[in-house]
């Protein structure tokens, strides 16, 4: 079975682009959950999404951050403009149900950098 | 969410040695998990414990849930080098959809 797919693995960019990270969730869950992973903070949790539904976004740093899931197995993570503070490892993580005994399953990441 | 103090920081073993390591927080959790992270890639889930004085084993790893429900451990037995990594603990409240992270402990192993 496919595990969580997150695109692009690697993303380097210059200070005022647009950067769009892309997840696709495990097929059946219905949780969305976007991460943030930096040595100073580890990880931290920026929003979490219920059946496409934003339901806790008190994580995103500003408003140059924003997520969206235009379908149930999709989700972008953009940030434009985008500054050198923002490099770091963003992970998604799926999970079946919203509550209870629900694991989250981590994408590998994209670890991005601005210059 | 809650803090978790995770440690050790960080551990230099020997190959063949058992290795513990610990979460403690000042809040109760029900559901205690340990993850282990290899270097670039993404956490992947190691253990889950949904029980107070739960031990459970996956292969060479055991983690137990403390009695008090405030803390958990992870033993690793016969360590070999693919066990390098930061494991991390993470801890979850009934009926919140919330996981708090440990800060990490990292392994790293002398062939």
């Known amino acids: 079975d496919a595990g969580v797919i997150q695109s692009p693995r690697h993303e380097v960019t210059e200070m005022g682009q647009e950067v769009t990270l892309r997840c696709k969730l495990i097929s059946g869950h219905n949780s969305l959950f976007w991460y943030r992973q930096t040595m100073m903070r580890g990880l931290e949790l920026l929003i979490y999404?219920?059946?496409?539904?934003?339901?806790?976004d008190s994580g995103m740093p500003e408003d140059r951050f924003s997520a969206k899931m235009p379908n149930a197995s999709f989700s972008t993570l953009k940030i434009q403009p985008s500054e050198p503070r923002d490099s770091a490892v963003y992970f998604c993580?799926?999970?079946?149900?919203?509550?209870?005994?629900?694991?989250?399953?981590f994408g590998a990441g994209t670890r991005l950098s601005v210059l | 969410g809650q803090q978790l103090n995770q440690s050790p920081q960080s551990m230099f073993i020997q190959e063949g040695e058992d290795v513990s390591m610990n979460c403690t927080s000042s809040s109760i959790f029900n559901t205690w998990l340990w993850y282990k992270q290899d270097p670039g890639e993404g956490p992947v889930l190691l253990i889950a414990l949904y029980k107070a004085g739960e031990l459970t084993s996956n292969g060479r790893l055991t983690a137990q849930f403390g009695i008090t429900r405030k803390d958990s451990f992870l033993n690793i037995s016969a360590s070999i080098p693919s066990d390098v990594g930061i494991y991390f603990c993470a801890g979850q409240v009934t009926n919140d959809y919330k996981l708090s992270f440990g800060a990490g402990t990292t392994v790293t192993v002398r062939a």
């Open positions: 999404f219920n059946n496409n539904v934003p339901i806790d």
């Open positions: 993580a799926s999970s079946p149900q919203g509550l209870g005994k629900n694991i989250q399953y």
